[in-house]
């Protein structure tokens, strides 16, 4: 059995009034936790949700057609993609 050293940890201070401690402390006291254990618990999952949203981006009518239109009908690649494709395909990063 072997046994995994620690992750090496890092300090995050924060600032706030008596009565915000007050409110998180009463709370991490409910679900048992630290302070620090119920912050650490709640900012991950922020950030989990946070990065788990996708982002939308809404176009115009004239800017749909135009990307349709490069998709159906793309332009005639230049030389200068032409090299970029080679030098990509050079490298096996397909």
């Known amino acids: 059995m072997s046994i995994s050293s620690p992750?090496?940890?890092t300090t995050?201070?924060?600032?706030?009034?008596q009565d915000r401690k007050t409110i998180l402390e009463t709370a991490a006291?409910?679900?048992?936790?630290?302070?620090s254990?119920?912050?650490?618990?709640?900012?991950t999952e922020?950030?989990?949700?946070?990065?788990?949203q996708t982002?939308?981006?809404?176009?115009?009518e004239k800017d749909w057609d135009i990307v349709t239109s490069a998709i159906t009908d793309p332009p005639e690649l230049n030389e200068a993609l032409?090299?970029?494709?080679?030098?990509?395909?050079k490298q096996g990063l397909e």
């Open 29 to 35: 006291n409910r679900e048992g936790l630290s302070l």
């Open 82 to 89: 032409k090299t970029a494709i080679t030098r990509y395909k």
């Open 46 to 52: 922020i950030a989990e949700q946070s990065m788990g």
């Open 12 to 17: 995050v201070k924060i600032t706030l009034s």
């Open 7 to 9: 992750s090496p940890t």
């Open 37 to 43: 254990e119920y912050l650490l618990k709640i900012a």
């Open 55 to 60: 982002e939308s981006i809404t176009l115009s």
